[in-house]
C-alpha cells in the first residue's frame, strides 16, 4: 500500500475519512433531539440563518463544515509529525478537543450567537468531536509514510521529512552530504594532505 508523504494531503483524507462517523452521529443525535446543535448552523457565517435550510444554505454549510474539518485534520498530521505516532488516537482527541472549544465555545456563542437549549447538548457534540479525532489520528499514524514521522529507523538513505519545508529526501550528516567540489575548503586541505604524503 503506497503511503502519504504529504503532510497536509494526509491531514485532509485523514479528515474526511474521520467525518463519515462523526456526521452519522451528529444526524442521529439531532433526530433523537439529543443536540441541538444542527449541521446547517455553519451556514451563518455568510448568510441569514432563515436561508440555511434552502440548498444555496445546505451547500455553505457543507463548505464550512468541510473546510474547518480538514484544517482540524491537518493540524492533527503535524502534531503526530511533530510528536511521533505513538498515542494516536489520545493525540487526536486533544487536537480535535480544542477544535470543539473552539467551534462550539466561540464560534457557536460568540460569532453565530447560537447557545445550546439542552444542557446536555455540549457534551454529545465533544462526543461527536471525540469520534472524529480517534479516527483521524488512527488513519495519519497508518496511512502516513515512515518519514513523515519523527520515529523513522532509518535504514537507507532517506530521512524524514522536514516538518516545515519541502519534500525532498535530506541526509542527515552533513558532512556526508558535502562533496570537495562543493567545499573550497575541504578541497584545499585535502590537496594539502596530498602533499604531505
Known amino acids: 500500500m503506497t503511503k502519504i508523504k504529504d503532510r497536509i494531503t494526509l491531514g485532509i483524507i485523514s479528515s474526511l475519512i474521520a467525518a463519515v462517523p462523526a456526521t452519522t452521529l451528529d444526524l442521529i443525535a439531532n433526530k ?21 435550510n434552502t440548498l444555496s444554505g445546505k451547500i455553505v454549510s457543507a463548505l464550512v463544515n468541510n473546510i ?13 509529525s511533530a510528536t511521533g505516532r505513538d ?14 472549544l473552539t467551534i462550539n465555545g466561540l464560534i457557536y456563542k460568540e460569532v453565530l450567537d447560537t447557545k445550546a437549549k439542552r444542557a446536555h447538548s455540549p457534551i454529545f457534540s465533544f462526543l461527536i468531536h471525540t469520534v472524529a479525532g480517534s479516527v483521524c489520528g488512527y488513519c495519519v499514524s497508518k496511512l502516513g509514510d515512515d518519514s513523515v514521522f519523527p520515529d523513522i529507523k532509518i ?19 552533513p558532512v556526508t552530504n558535502i562533496t570537495p567540489s562543493k567545499s573550497p575548503i575541504i578541497s584545499n586541505i585535502l590537496k594539502k594532505s596530498t602533499h604531505l604524503n
Open 32 to 52: 433523537l433531539r439529543l443536540s441541538d446543535y444542527y449541521y446547517n448552523h455553519a451556514s451563518s457565517l455568510f448568510i441569514e440563518r432563515s436561508k440555511s
Open 87 to 100: 498515542k494516536p488516537i489520545l493525540k487526536g482527541i486533544g487536537v480535535y478537543a480544542i477544535s470543539w
Open 155 to 173: 535504514n537507507s538513505d532517506r530521512t524524514k521529512i522536514p516538518l516545515f519545508g519541502s519534500n525532498l529526501h535530506y541526509n542527515t550528516n
Open 68 to 80: 474547518s474539518n480538514c484544517i482540524v485534520g491537518v493540524s492533527t498530521s503535524y502534531v503526530l
